[in-house]
């Protein structure tokens, strides 16, 4: 059976010195024992509890994920690849104003304004980044302020830590805008058993984003330095679908970087995960990957619809003619799909190569359905150990 | 209280915490008792004693001859503790069955029972143990009357003053007074007064 | 090719200095130190020569002591050096000298002094072998120059077998005159430097490298002397005593003699009345009255149950704040840097690390924290690649560290220099040093600028208020980002009992018991278990941090460590 939560050590042994870390911040501004610098979680003193909620908290802590998965979804929408599916639409801002300057249809930023708007939440967790490059979360109220924080720049922000820090009054009020990991740390927080501890209803929304891999900033602030430019430099970043390269905007021109040098940049922990559409929040955006014409689709998302919360979200986005919603084809859902379940057997490929055993995978457990399903037995290679 | 005096070699130490006035009590009674004409020897640690750390001062009063800084172990006479604990580690060294102690009740904690590595005995347990090991004890709150004064500080003095009425040495009020009218403040000199006389009021 | 590194087996003539270096690459040494001075430079010289086709570190150094510094640097970090001066230099060192042969060695260490009988280029005749003696350190004198090869070889490994320093005698006859030496074989392989710390403070190879508990490593080096050598230390008294009462002994007739060597005295520790009354019990056979058997057992038992006090920063210092700014940037640089110390009160981060939350691994004489940053700085090329930084109080900087200083500078050492600038010689008393306008006949004198002295050296200089946690730490960790360069940042901040401060509190401190979390998760009492003010303690009963307002200075730092903002602070109004 697998321990329910761990202490601050075993998180240091576990996750952050096995670099299965991923920047979430779950584990920081809960204490003042860790925090987030330079794109490392740093733990600056021994705190000797035997369970924290940082190690309850983290997404890459052993825990029954099935058991999370079913508690918050419906069990009828679950799918093996890409978690529970209402529904799967392609979107775009309706008012073309909000489309320019996004980073593709604009969706996730219309759905906060509109939470915010109807008083679903008052405020609302984005990522955001100071000269330096360095992310964190970033607390608004104002939904008015939305806007400036719709891009992505490939890494992660400890957007989670923003949301330990805020009042537990405030918390079901608040939307949070979250990475894979950092949805799946949100649906740890929500479903975690400690004494003393009950906060089953938040937050109150969770956005999630589709993501392949994030970079690690030390390594990729390094190749952007071969060519000639610096971090600050950036206006925006794209993966265009088929074309196999980073696209790097800047001040004075694009660059094109091919993925096999974007790839050693990729955070080691990234490899190891599993999720790449956010199967543990509400509704999941991303960029729309599908069709022959994809100068087109650039400017459209996908989006899945996982909960109910999220589906009332949608509906009234339609309702108020926020979004713009167009049917998506079977094929693109499977096209998904199969790209989701590929990320997965990579995953577990990874993970069985690091631990060298297919019965330790780090942090998740062998009898888990979807790990089962997307587990390669290499027979040969058993039979031999 | 009347001045006696004393004909046998006394060993006294005075024990407490960095910072509660150690020094400047032991120097305060050595002073008096060179007045009235005992040949006194202090032994000092001081310097890092400053630092919260344990301090102690060996006073070696004979009436005619200048003993070695340092009382061997089991060879006090007296012991003045301006905190608790520390005048039972003194009495674990330097003890025998006719010591007499007098300690002030109010505790200073060691970092490692602040932290919880270590635990602090009771006000009791530490009681019931001068109650075994020691021939008379006198045990005052005098940071608490210190406090009363203006400041904390001032316990070593309600201590002197306390030591003062046991009759355990030989000086009594007049002395002292003599002794603080040379260095300090009028000011100064009225709120020490009023701390030696808080101390002996409170020796029944 | 240099001469020095002619082939295993080859006979050459080498000077006695260059028989010592070429000793010195047999032994595979990797850092090597001096300061010139006749008939020493040689060694030295020699050495630079050879340093980039053998991969060494050759400095240099600012003065004798810095050399050592520097050398036992590489020492610690477990490779073999050397540092090397003339007789009168050993003067200069000998502060570092007796705290290095009490803290011990790891990597072989030879300290060669050339010396000089008959003042031939000197103005002295000084002698240093009475260091051998007086700090208990072997000492080998080479009678020839193969022997000085030899010799020079197998010091590193006797240094590394009783884990201290050796002394290496040469003179000007043997120094400066030439030989046949016959070579031996050149070492392929080199060392990686790594420093560690962490272990138990009597564990010579993983402990932290100072010299307490004096006592008990006083003992340790003496028991591994005796294992290697036969013959012991001598105690000064006891043999020129036996001299004098040797030379009288046809009129006062043969006595025996009680003492060391016998073993009715200690060879270490304090000889106090208890130690003395029981050797002189033994010598008259005459048993000591003690205490009665329960009343010893009772006090015994009772002793058990006190626990220890731990001496500790004051409440309000400043050297706490400061060295909590300092743990949690080497943390948040994550390299694993570490703090050379130095003398004063700030020693105590190094006496009880916790105190200076575990980040001062060494300490020796005054301004040596300086010098072995300097050196410990060098040993990036040997692995060694971490942030180091180092601590000096505003007196111990006018005293010994200004030439450590320059050293590093003018050697490129990149390192945190961090002065504790509390405003005073606190630790013996507060008297004035030179930074200070007042003079011990307290007239007005010029005050001597430490920052200026630090920009006039070349190094990036920064001043700040430790109680300033957030100002503090910025600066702290962009200086330990910021490679390459000599880093100073002065930190102001009067001693708690300082004339000006003691017994005037800033602010009023108090916990606020309902925000207090306590021992719970989200806090599990950062201010009484990690931080450990005296005055911030713990009820047990109630399971909230308490102020001891007896104790507390009013610094208010406490507030600004607290994550629940539970500590209130209160400003107290000043007079009228």
Redesign the interface.
């Known amino acids: 059976m697998i321990k329910k939560s761990g202490s601050q050590t075993e998180l240091k042994k576990n996750v952050l010195e096995q670099s299965l870390c991923t920047g979430c911040g779950a584990c920081v501004g809960l204490c003042p024992y860790q925090v987030i610098y330079d794109d490392r979680t740093v733990q600056l003193f021994n705190c000797d509890l035997p369970d924290g909620k940082c190690y309850a908290f983290c997404p890459r802590t052993p825990a029954d994920y099935d058991h999370i998965r079913k508690s918050l979804f419906n069990i009828d929408d679950l799918t093996p690849e890409i978690g529970a599916v209402k529904g799967y639409y392609f979107s775009r801002a309706f008012d073309p104003r909000q489309r320019v300057n996004v980073q593709h249809g604009g969706t996730v930023t219309v759905l906060l304004e509109l939470a915010m708007a109807e008083g679903m939440i008052d405020s609302a967790i984005v990522s955001s980044r100071n000269n330096e490059f360095e992310q964190h979360g970033l607390l608004v109220t104002d939904q008015n302020q939305l806007r400036g924080y719709s891009k992505s720049w490939f890494t992660v922000s400890p957007t989670v830590s923003t949301f330990n820090r805020i009042p537990d009054d405030r918390k079901k009020r608040t939307g949070v805008v979250a990475t894979p990991c950092q949805a799946t740390a949100l649906a740890k927080m929500k479903t975690a058993e400690i004494p003393g501890y009950n906060r089953s209803d938040l937050p109150g929304l969770v956005i999630g984003l589709f993501c392949g891999w994030t970079l690690s900033m030390g390594k990729f602030s390094n190749l952007l330095g071969r060519y000639g430019v610096s971090l600050a430099d950036l206006t925006g970043m794209d993966i265009p679908a088929g074309k196999n390269i980073l696209e790097i905007f800047t001040g004075s021109g694009l660059i094109s970087v091919p993925m096999a040098e974007v790839d050693h940049c990729v955070r080691t922990a990234c490899r190891y995960c599993m999720d790449s559409t956010a199967e543990f929040a509400d509704l999941s955006v991303g960029a729309a990957r599908f069709g022959a014409d994809c100068e087109e689709m650039r400017g459209w998302n996908q989006i899945i619809v996982r909960s109910d919360r999220g589906k009332q979200l949608l509906e009234l986005a339609i309702a108020k003619r926020a979004l713009q919603i167009r049917e998506a084809p079977p094929s693109a859902l499977q096209e998904l799909k199969n790209a989701a379940a590929g990320k997965k057997k990579k995953a577990l490929k990874n993970i069985v190569e690091k631990s060298h055993s297919t019965k330790n995978l780090l942090y998740l457990k062998s009898d888990d359905p979807i790990v089962r399903k997307y587990l390669r037995v290499d027979r040969k290679r058993k039979r031999k150990s | 209280m009347k001045e006696k005096t004393f004909t046998k070699t006394r060993n006294v130490i005075l024990t407490g915490v960095g910072g509660q006035g150690n020094v400047m009590a032991s120097r305060t009674l050595a002073h008096m008792l060179v007045d009235a004409g005992y040949v006194v020897t202090i032994g000092e640690t001081f310097g890092m004693s400053q630092r919260g750390g344990s301090v102690m001062s060996h006073l070696r009063i004979s009436h005619d001859s200048v003993k070695s800084p340092q009382i061997p172990r089991g060879g006090a006479d007296v012991i003045v503790g301006l905190e608790p604990l520390e005048a039972l580690r003194v009495l674990t060294v330097y003890g025998n069955p006719q010591v007499c102690v007098l300690y002030n009740s109010r505790p200073v904690y060691p970092i490692g029972v602040i932290t919880g590595e270590l635990s602090y005995p009771s006000g009791k347990t530490i009681r019931d143990a001068f109650e075994r090991l020691s021939a008379a004890f006198w045990e005052i709150d005098a940071t608490s009357a210190g406090l009363k004064l203006g400041n904390p500080v001032l316990s070593n003095i309600v201590m002197i003053g306390a030591l003062a009425k046991t009759g355990l040495l030989p000086f009594d009020r007049r002395r002292f007074e003599k002794e603080i009218k040379k260095t300090l403040s009028v000011d100064k000199y009225n709120v020490n007064m009023k701390a030696f006389d808080a101390g002996a009021a409170m020796i029944k | 090719m240099s001469k020095l590194l002619s082939p295993d087996r080859s006979t050459v003539l080498f000077l006695g200095n260059e028989a010592i270096a070429r000793g010195a690459l047999e032994a595979g040494i990797q850092v090597a130190t001096g300061y010139p001075g006749t008939p020493s430079s040689e060694v030295i010289e020699s050495l630079a020569d050879v340093a980039r086709e053998r991969n060494l570190y050759v400095e240099w150094s600012v003065n004798e002591k810095v050399a050592l510094e520097v050398a036992a640097a590489a020492s610690f970090a477990g490779l073999r050096s050397m540092a090397v001066m003339k007789q009168n230099g050993v003067n200069v060192a000998s502060d570092f000298l007796l705290h290095l042969t009490a803290s011990g060695t790891r990597g072989g260490i030879v300290l060669v002094s050339c010396e000089d009988p008959g003042a031939l280029s000197s103005v002295n005749e000084g002698e240093s072998r009475y260091f051998a003696s007086m700090l208990e350190m072997p000492l080998l004198e080479p009678a020839d120059f193969q022997e000085a090869k030899d010799i020079t070889k197998w010091a590193f490994e006797l240094s590394e077998t009783i884990g201290n320093v050796v002394m290496l005698r040469s003179v000007t006859r043997m120094s400066h005159a030439s030989g046949n030496v016959t070579c031996g074989k050149l070492p392929t392989k080199r060392r990686k430097a790594g420093f560690e710390y962490d272990g138990p403070v009597m564990d010579s190879k993983t402990g932290p490298m100072i010299s307490t508990p004096v006592v008990a490593k006083h003992v340790l080096r003496q028991q591994k002397l005796k294992d290697v050598i036969v013959e012991e230390v001598m105690p000064f008294l006891e043999e020129n005593v036996k001299v004098l009462a040797s030379g009288i002994a046809g009129r006062i007739g043969i006595k025996t003699f009680f003492g060391k060597y016998d073993g009715t005295l200690p060879f270490a520790g304090e000889l ?3 130690v003395v ?1 029981d050797a002189l019990g033994r010598i008259l056979k005459v048993k000591r009255k ?3 058997a329960d ?1 010893l057992k ?3 038992k ?2 058990a ?11 309000g ?1 400043p050297h706490r704040a400061s060295f909590w700014n300092i ?2 940037a080497i ?2 640089d ?1 390299r694993k840097g570490f703090v050379c110390g130095d003398i004063g ?1 700030y020693s ?1 981060a190094a006496l009880s690390p ?2 200076g ?1 575990h980040t001062m691994p060494t300490l020796h004489s005054m301004g040596s924290g300086t010098g072995l940053a300097s050196g410990f700085a060098k040993l990036a090329q040997f692995g060694l690649d971490k942030p180091i930084l180092t601590v000096c109080g505003d007196s111990t900087f006018y005293h010994a560290v200004i030439p450590a200083l320059i050293n590093a500078q003018h050697n490129r050492a990149d390192i945190t220099f961090i002065v504790l600038d509390n405003a005073g010689t606190a ?2 008393g507060f008297q004035p040093h030179p930074g200070l306008s007042v003079s011990a006949l307290k007239d007005v004198v010029p005050a001597v600028d430490i920052a200026a002295i630090c920009k006039a050296i070349g190094a990036k200089v920064a001043v700040s208020d430790p109680f300033d946690l957030a100002a503090t730490g910025r600066i702290l ?1 962009s200086f330990l980002a910021d490679k390459g360069s000599l880093k100073v940042l002065i930190l102001r901040q009067a001693c708690a ?1 300082s004339p000006e401060k003691k ?1 005037k509190k800033t602010f009023d401190v108090r916990v606020d018991e309902s925000l207090c979390l306590g ?8 201010c ?3 931080f ?1 003010c ?1 005055a ?3 009820d047990r009963n109630k399971k909230k941090a308490v102020v ?1 307002e ?2 507390c200075a009013g610094c208010g730092v406490c507030a600004s ?1 607290c ?1 629940q903002q539970a500590i209130v602070k209160t400003e107290v109004s000043g007079p009228g």
Do not use: K
């Not at chain 3, 149950?305 to 409440?315: D, G, L, S, V, Y």
């Not at chain 3, 719970?520 to 950062?526: H, I, K, S, V, W």
């Open positions: 106090n009345p208890d009354a003690f205490l009665p009343y009772d006090i015994q009772t002793a149950m006190i626990p220890a006090r731990e001496q500790t920063f004051c409440a210092c743990h949690n943390a948040l994550g009160c105590m916790a105190t939350y630790m013996t960790t009992l017994g021992d719970a998760c989200g806090c599990n009492r950062l009484t278990r990690i450990r005296p911030l303690t713990w001891d007896v104790i460590i994550p």
